[in-house]
Protein backbone atom coordinates (compact mmCIF):
# COMPACT_ATOMS: atom_id res chain seq x y z
CA UNK A 1 0.00 0.00 0.00
CA UNK A 2 1.17 3.94 -0.37
CA UNK A 3 3.08 5.24 2.13
CA UNK A 4 2.59 8.81 3.27
CA UNK A 5 4.38 11.21 1.71
CA UNK A 6 4.94 14.51 1.71
CA UNK A 7 1.71 16.60 0.54
CA UNK A 8 3.09 19.87 1.46
CA UNK A 9 0.06 19.92 4.13
CA UNK A 10 0.17 23.71 5.20
CA UNK A 11 -1.93 23.38 8.75
CA UNK A 12 -1.69 27.48 8.69
CA UNK A 13 -4.22 27.37 5.73
CA UNK A 14 -6.97 25.97 7.75
CA UNK A 15 -8.28 26.64 11.30
CA UNK A 16 -7.89 23.20 12.46
CA UNK A 17 -9.57 21.94 15.78
CA UNK A 18 -7.57 19.68 18.55
CA UNK A 19 -9.11 16.22 17.91
CA UNK A 20 -9.68 14.13 20.87
CA UNK A 21 -9.33 10.24 20.30
CA UNK A 22 -11.71 8.61 22.79
CA UNK A 23 -11.08 5.10 23.97
CA UNK A 24 -11.19 2.17 20.76
CA UNK A 25 -15.11 1.16 20.54
CA UNK A 26 -16.60 -0.87 17.65
CA UNK A 27 -19.66 -0.93 16.47
CA UNK A 28 -20.64 -4.45 18.03
CA UNK A 29 -19.64 -2.56 21.59
CA UNK A 30 -22.19 0.06 20.42
CA UNK A 31 -24.91 -2.32 19.60
CA UNK A 32 -24.47 -4.12 22.85
CA UNK A 33 -24.52 -0.61 24.88
CA UNK A 34 -27.46 0.02 23.10
CA UNK A 35 -29.81 -3.32 23.71
CA UNK A 36 -28.44 -2.64 27.51
CA UNK A 37 -29.76 0.45 28.30
CA UNK A 38 -31.75 1.30 25.23
CA UNK A 39 -29.75 4.46 23.92
CA UNK A 40 -26.02 5.14 22.98
CA UNK A 41 -24.01 8.14 24.22
CA UNK A 42 -24.17 9.95 21.60
CA UNK A 43 -27.49 8.78 20.33
CA UNK A 44 -30.02 11.06 18.49
CA UNK A 45 -32.29 10.21 21.63
CA UNK A 46 -30.07 11.12 24.50
CA UNK A 47 -31.01 14.96 24.87
CA UNK A 48 -31.23 17.62 27.70
CA UNK A 49 -35.16 17.39 29.83
CA UNK A 50 -35.98 20.57 27.06
CA UNK A 51 -35.23 18.42 24.22
CA UNK A 52 -32.08 19.63 22.94
CA UNK A 53 -29.67 17.56 21.82
CA UNK A 54 -26.28 16.80 24.12
CA UNK A 55 -24.61 15.02 21.66
CA UNK A 56 -24.59 14.54 17.80
CA UNK A 57 -23.02 11.76 16.48
CA UNK A 58 -22.36 11.21 12.58
CA UNK A 59 -19.49 9.54 10.57
CA UNK A 60 -16.49 10.31 8.81
CA UNK A 61 -15.13 8.26 5.47
CA UNK A 62 -12.66 8.64 3.19
CA UNK A 63 -14.98 7.83 0.37
CA UNK A 64 -17.07 11.15 1.54
CA UNK A 65 -14.66 13.78 1.45
CA UNK A 66 -16.69 16.60 2.63
CA UNK A 67 -17.07 14.57 5.72
CA UNK A 68 -13.22 15.37 6.30
CA UNK A 69 -13.36 18.99 5.34
CA UNK A 70 -16.16 19.14 8.10
CA UNK A 71 -14.24 17.37 10.64
CA UNK A 72 -11.13 19.17 9.97
CA UNK A 73 -12.60 22.61 9.91
CA UNK A 74 -14.47 22.04 12.99
CA UNK A 75 -17.43 24.11 11.19
CA UNK A 76 -19.93 21.88 13.13
CA UNK A 77 -18.78 22.16 16.47
CA UNK A 78 -19.23 25.85 15.67
CA UNK A 79 -22.23 25.83 14.37
CA UNK A 80 -23.36 23.29 17.16
CA UNK A 81 -21.44 25.20 20.25
CA UNK A 82 -24.35 27.74 21.46
CA UNK A 83 -26.83 25.16 21.53
CA UNK A 84 -24.66 23.38 23.86
CA UNK A 85 -24.65 20.22 21.87
CA UNK A 86 -21.28 18.30 21.18
CA UNK A 87 -19.81 16.70 18.50
CA UNK A 88 -18.57 12.69 18.14
CA UNK A 89 -17.28 12.06 14.66
CA UNK A 90 -16.99 7.56 13.99
CA UNK A 91 -14.86 6.63 11.12
CA UNK A 92 -17.43 4.30 8.72
CA UNK A 93 -15.21 1.94 6.52
CA UNK A 94 -18.20 1.42 4.09
CA UNK A 95 -21.57 1.93 3.34
CA UNK A 96 -22.30 -1.63 4.69
CA UNK A 97 -20.32 0.01 8.24
CA UNK A 98 -22.25 2.77 7.98
CA UNK A 99 -25.57 1.00 7.97
CA UNK A 100 -24.85 -1.29 10.62
CA UNK A 101 -23.95 2.04 12.70
CA UNK A 102 -27.19 3.64 11.76
CA UNK A 103 -29.46 0.60 12.74
CA UNK A 104 -27.91 0.21 15.66
CA UNK A 105 -28.31 4.08 16.27
CA UNK A 106 -24.47 4.30 17.18
CA UNK A 107 -24.32 7.06 14.68
CA UNK A 108 -27.43 10.16 13.81
CA UNK A 109 -26.12 10.64 10.72
CA UNK A 110 -23.70 8.53 8.01
CA UNK A 111 -22.35 8.45 5.12
CA UNK A 112 -23.29 5.41 2.70
CA UNK A 113 -23.81 4.83 -1.52
CA UNK A 114 -27.55 5.32 -2.72
CA UNK A 115 -27.47 1.45 -3.38
CA UNK A 116 -26.95 1.05 0.10
CA UNK A 117 -29.18 3.50 1.09
CA UNK A 118 -31.75 1.92 -1.02
CA UNK A 119 -30.86 -1.74 0.92
CA UNK A 120 -31.14 -0.73 4.13
CA UNK A 121 -34.27 0.76 3.63
CA UNK A 122 -35.66 -1.85 2.02
CA UNK A 123 -34.79 -4.74 5.03
CA UNK A 124 -36.27 -2.21 7.31
CA UNK A 125 -34.30 -0.06 8.65
CA UNK A 126 -35.36 3.26 10.00
CA UNK A 127 -33.55 5.94 7.83
CA UNK A 128 -33.91 8.46 5.35
CA UNK A 129 -31.89 10.09 2.86
CA UNK A 130 -31.39 13.99 4.23
CA UNK A 131 -28.59 15.14 1.36
CA UNK A 132 -26.34 14.11 -1.95
CA UNK A 133 -22.93 14.46 -0.69
CA UNK A 134 -21.20 14.20 -4.29
CA UNK A 135 -22.03 12.50 -7.71
CA UNK A 136 -18.66 10.11 -7.94
CA UNK A 137 -17.31 7.86 -10.22
CA UNK A 138 -15.90 5.99 -7.15
CA UNK A 139 -16.36 2.23 -7.78
CA UNK A 140 -14.82 0.32 -10.94
CA UNK A 141 -13.22 -3.42 -11.40
CA UNK A 142 -9.76 -3.40 -11.19
CA UNK A 143 -6.95 -6.10 -11.75
CA UNK A 144 -3.35 -6.73 -11.55
CA UNK A 145 -1.45 -5.92 -14.77
CA UNK A 146 -0.42 -9.94 -15.27
CA UNK A 147 -3.43 -11.51 -14.59
CA UNK A 148 -4.64 -11.83 -17.96
CA UNK A 149 -8.15 -10.14 -17.35
CA UNK A 150 -9.02 -7.60 -19.20
CA UNK A 151 -12.63 -7.53 -19.45
CA UNK A 152 -15.64 -8.39 -17.74
CA UNK A 153 -16.63 -11.49 -19.27
CA UNK A 154 -12.75 -12.67 -17.94
CA UNK A 155 -14.31 -12.88 -14.52
CA UNK A 156 -16.33 -16.36 -15.20
CA UNK A 157 -15.13 -18.77 -12.41
CA UNK A 158 -12.27 -16.71 -10.89
CA UNK A 159 -12.36 -14.70 -7.59
CA UNK A 160 -12.99 -11.36 -6.91
CA UNK A 161 -13.44 -9.27 -3.70
CA UNK A 162 -16.08 -7.21 -3.23
CA UNK A 163 -17.67 -5.89 -0.16
CA UNK A 164 -21.15 -6.71 0.26
CA UNK A 165 -23.93 -4.28 0.44
CA UNK A 166 -21.93 -1.27 -1.05
CA UNK A 167 -21.29 0.22 -4.09
CA UNK A 168 -18.79 -1.35 -5.50
CA UNK A 169 -20.57 -4.73 -5.02
CA UNK A 170 -23.53 -3.83 -6.71
CA UNK A 171 -21.18 -2.12 -9.60
CA UNK A 172 -20.17 -6.07 -10.11
CA UNK A 173 -23.34 -7.42 -10.14
CA UNK A 174 -24.17 -4.98 -12.83
CA UNK A 175 -21.36 -5.60 -14.73
CA UNK A 176 -21.59 -9.16 -14.84
CA UNK A 177 -25.14 -8.71 -16.11
CA UNK A 178 -24.39 -6.36 -18.78
CA UNK A 179 -21.63 -9.35 -19.78
CA UNK A 180 -24.33 -11.84 -19.86
CA UNK A 181 -22.86 -13.30 -16.41
CA UNK A 182 -24.43 -13.97 -13.05
CA UNK A 183 -23.18 -13.40 -9.27
CA UNK A 184 -22.96 -17.37 -9.32
CA UNK A 185 -20.07 -17.27 -11.98
CA UNK A 186 -17.76 -16.04 -10.03
CA UNK A 187 -16.00 -16.38 -6.78
CA UNK A 188 -16.91 -13.36 -4.61
CA UNK A 189 -14.50 -13.09 -1.77
CA UNK A 190 -16.17 -10.52 1.11
CA UNK A 191 -13.78 -8.30 2.35
CA UNK A 192 -13.75 -4.77 3.07
CA UNK A 193 -12.45 -2.22 0.60
CA UNK A 194 -8.74 -1.84 2.54
CA UNK A 195 -8.79 -5.83 2.85
CA UNK A 196 -10.17 -6.51 -0.94
CA UNK A 197 -7.29 -4.59 -2.16
CA UNK A 198 -4.61 -6.10 -0.16
CA UNK A 199 -6.11 -9.36 -1.25
CA UNK A 200 -5.59 -8.44 -5.05
CA UNK A 201 -1.86 -7.33 -4.33
CA UNK A 202 -0.97 -10.19 -2.61
CA UNK A 203 -2.49 -12.48 -5.28
CA UNK A 204 -5.31 -14.14 -3.23
CA UNK A 205 -8.01 -13.17 -5.44
CA UNK A 206 -7.93 -12.19 -9.34
CA UNK A 207 -9.95 -9.03 -9.29
CA UNK A 208 -11.63 -6.19 -6.92
CA UNK A 209 -14.45 -3.98 -6.67
CA UNK A 210 -12.85 -1.23 -6.06
CA UNK A 211 -13.62 1.68 -4.00
CA UNK A 212 -11.89 5.07 -4.07
CA UNK A 213 -9.66 6.63 -2.57
CA UNK A 214 -8.25 3.35 -2.32
CA UNK A 215 -8.47 2.32 -5.87
CA UNK A 216 -7.05 5.16 -7.16
CA UNK A 217 -4.04 4.63 -4.59
CA UNK A 218 -4.27 1.01 -6.29
CA UNK A 219 -4.00 2.48 -9.83
CA UNK A 220 -1.20 4.18 -8.85
CA UNK A 221 0.34 1.14 -8.03
CA UNK A 222 0.38 -0.29 -11.46
CA UNK A 223 -2.99 -2.00 -10.43
CA UNK A 224 -5.21 -1.97 -13.72
CA UNK A 225 -9.04 -0.24 -13.98
CA UNK A 226 -10.08 -2.66 -16.34
CA UNK A 227 -13.57 -1.66 -16.35
CA UNK A 228 -15.43 1.43 -15.74
CA UNK A 229 -19.02 2.88 -16.27
CA UNK A 230 -19.56 5.91 -14.27
CA UNK A 231 -23.77 5.23 -14.71
CA UNK A 232 -22.72 2.06 -12.08
CA UNK A 233 -21.97 4.44 -9.95
CA UNK A 234 -25.41 5.51 -7.26
CA UNK A 235 -24.01 8.79 -5.96
CA UNK A 236 -22.85 9.71 -2.41
CA UNK A 237 -25.67 10.26 0.50
CA UNK A 238 -25.83 11.01 3.62
CA UNK A 239 -28.72 9.36 5.72
CA UNK A 240 -30.02 10.29 8.78
CA UNK A 241 -32.19 8.02 11.40
CA UNK A 242 -35.79 8.55 11.16
CA UNK A 243 -35.75 9.26 14.91
CA UNK A 244 -33.27 11.81 14.93
CA UNK A 245 -34.77 13.68 11.67
CA UNK A 246 -38.34 13.75 13.96
CA UNK A 247 -36.72 14.72 17.59
CA UNK A 248 -33.66 16.88 16.41
CA UNK A 249 -34.79 18.41 12.76
CA UNK A 250 -32.69 21.92 13.72
CA UNK A 251 -29.76 19.53 14.28
CA UNK A 252 -30.08 17.91 10.65
CA UNK A 253 -30.63 21.26 9.33
CA UNK A 254 -27.23 22.45 10.65
CA UNK A 255 -25.70 19.62 9.56
CA UNK A 256 -27.08 19.66 5.71
CA UNK A 257 -26.01 23.48 5.83
CA UNK A 258 -23.08 23.16 7.05
CA UNK A 259 -22.32 20.13 4.35
CA UNK A 260 -23.50 22.98 1.97
CA UNK A 261 -20.63 25.54 3.39
CA UNK A 262 -18.17 22.22 2.82
CA UNK A 263 -19.32 21.79 -0.60
CA UNK A 264 -19.20 25.50 -2.31
CA UNK A 265 -15.62 25.60 -0.54
CA UNK A 266 -14.70 22.26 -1.99
CA UNK A 267 -15.53 23.49 -5.12
CA UNK A 268 -13.42 26.43 -5.00
CA UNK A 269 -10.43 24.32 -3.05
CA UNK A 270 -9.63 21.42 -4.76
CA UNK A 271 -5.81 21.45 -3.99
CA UNK A 272 -7.13 21.67 -0.11
CA UNK A 273 -9.62 19.28 -0.50
CA UNK A 274 -7.47 16.88 -1.86
CA UNK A 275 -4.76 17.44 0.68
CA UNK A 276 -7.29 17.02 3.59
CA UNK A 277 -8.06 13.54 1.69
CA UNK A 278 -4.41 12.89 1.15
CA UNK A 279 -3.69 13.22 5.07
CA UNK A 280 -6.76 11.16 6.49
CA UNK A 281 -6.25 8.81 3.83
CA UNK A 282 -3.02 8.31 3.89
CA UNK A 283 -2.46 8.11 0.38
CA UNK A 284 -0.12 10.70 -1.91
CA UNK A 285 -1.34 13.84 -3.06
CA UNK A 286 -1.12 13.03 -6.33
CA UNK A 287 -3.51 9.82 -6.07
CA UNK A 288 -5.81 12.58 -3.51
CA UNK A 289 -6.16 15.10 -6.52
CA UNK A 290 -7.31 11.67 -8.67
CA UNK A 291 -10.01 11.49 -6.33
CA UNK A 292 -11.43 15.04 -6.42
CA UNK A 293 -10.60 16.75 -9.50
CA UNK A 294 -11.41 13.43 -11.79
CA UNK A 295 -13.89 11.44 -10.19
CA UNK A 296 -15.59 13.73 -8.04
CA UNK A 297 -18.41 15.89 -8.74
CA UNK A 298 -19.48 18.79 -5.55
CA UNK A 299 -21.41 20.79 -8.20
CA UNK A 300 -24.42 18.52 -7.59
CA UNK A 301 -28.08 18.69 -6.77
CA UNK A 302 -27.97 18.27 -3.23
CA UNK A 303 -31.88 17.67 -2.35
CA UNK A 304 -32.23 13.41 -2.83
CA UNK A 305 -35.32 12.50 -5.41
CA UNK A 306 -35.94 12.22 -8.99
CA UNK A 307 -32.42 11.51 -10.41
CA UNK A 308 -31.35 9.05 -7.32
CA UNK A 309 -34.76 7.13 -7.99
CA UNK A 310 -34.15 6.57 -11.87
CA UNK A 311 -30.47 5.08 -10.73
CA UNK A 312 -31.54 3.00 -7.84
CA UNK A 313 -34.54 1.96 -9.71
CA UNK A 314 -31.96 0.13 -12.36
CA UNK A 315 -30.26 -1.13 -8.65
CA UNK A 316 -33.67 -2.50 -6.69
CA UNK A 317 -34.03 -6.15 -9.12
CA UNK A 318 -30.73 -6.73 -8.30
CA UNK A 319 -31.55 -6.93 -4.76
CA UNK A 320 -34.19 -9.99 -5.32
CA UNK A 321 -31.64 -11.58 -7.88
CA UNK A 322 -28.82 -12.01 -5.26
CA UNK A 323 -30.88 -12.76 -2.11
CA UNK A 324 -30.75 -9.35 -0.04
CA UNK A 325 -34.24 -8.13 -0.18
CA UNK A 326 -36.72 -10.88 -0.25
CA UNK A 327 -39.36 -8.96 -1.89
CA UNK A 328 -40.29 -6.35 -4.84
CA UNK A 329 -42.91 -4.61 -3.06
CA UNK A 330 -40.39 -4.21 -0.06
CA UNK A 331 -38.07 -2.47 -2.63
CA UNK A 332 -40.78 -0.46 -4.08
CA UNK A 333 -42.06 0.86 -0.58
CA UNK A 334 -38.72 1.74 0.11
CA UNK A 335 -37.73 3.85 -2.76
CA UNK A 336 -41.27 5.30 -1.84
CA UNK A 337 -40.06 6.65 1.52
CA UNK A 338 -36.52 6.56 1.26
CA UNK A 339 -36.13 10.26 0.33
CA UNK A 340 -36.51 13.10 2.98
CA UNK A 341 -35.60 16.04 0.48
CA UNK A 342 -36.87 19.25 2.92
CA UNK A 343 -33.74 19.50 4.72
CA UNK A 344 -31.22 20.29 1.30
CA UNK A 345 -34.12 21.86 -0.21
CA UNK A 346 -33.88 24.60 2.80
CA UNK A 347 -30.07 24.77 2.83
CA UNK A 348 -28.08 28.05 3.62
CA UNK A 349 -24.76 27.67 3.39
CA UNK A 350 -23.20 28.10 6.85
CA UNK A 351 -20.36 30.46 7.09
CA UNK A 352 -18.43 29.40 10.42
CA UNK A 353 -15.03 30.07 11.02
CA UNK A 354 -14.11 27.28 13.21
CA UNK A 355 -14.12 25.94 15.93
CA UNK A 356 -10.87 26.25 18.94
CA UNK A 357 -12.77 23.34 20.91
CA UNK A 358 -11.58 19.95 20.99
CA UNK A 359 -13.43 17.55 18.46
CA UNK A 360 -14.10 13.95 19.71
CA UNK A 361 -13.09 11.14 16.91
CA UNK A 362 -14.29 7.73 18.59
CA UNK A 363 -12.10 5.07 16.96
CA UNK A 364 -13.08 1.41 16.34
CA UNK A 365 -10.26 -1.11 15.34
CA UNK A 366 -10.83 -1.35 11.89
CA UNK A 367 -7.85 -0.14 9.62
CA UNK A 368 -8.86 1.94 6.59
CA UNK A 369 -6.09 1.75 4.88
Known sequence: MPSQTDTSFSPARFPRPRFRRAASATIAGAAVALLATGCVEGEGSGGTAEGELDTLTLDFATYNPLSLVI??????????????????????HGSNDANEKLRAEAIDVGSTAGSAALLARANGAPQQIILIEN????????????????????????????????????????????????????????????????????????????????????EADGETLFYRNVDFNTYSVINATESFIEDHPDVAQTVVDVYEQAREWAQENPEETAEILAEHSNIDLEVAETV????????????????????????????????????????????????????AENRQATDAEGSEDEATIVEDDEDDQ
Open 71 to 92: MEHGWLEEELSEAGTEVEWIQS
Open 135 to 218: QPEWAALVTSPDSGITDVGDLEGVSVAATLGTDPYFFLVQSLHEAGLEVGDVEVQNLQHADGRSALANGDVDAWAGLDPIMAGA
Open 292 to 343: IRERSNFDVDPVPGAAQREVLQEVGPIFLDTGDVSSQDSIDEALETLFHPEF
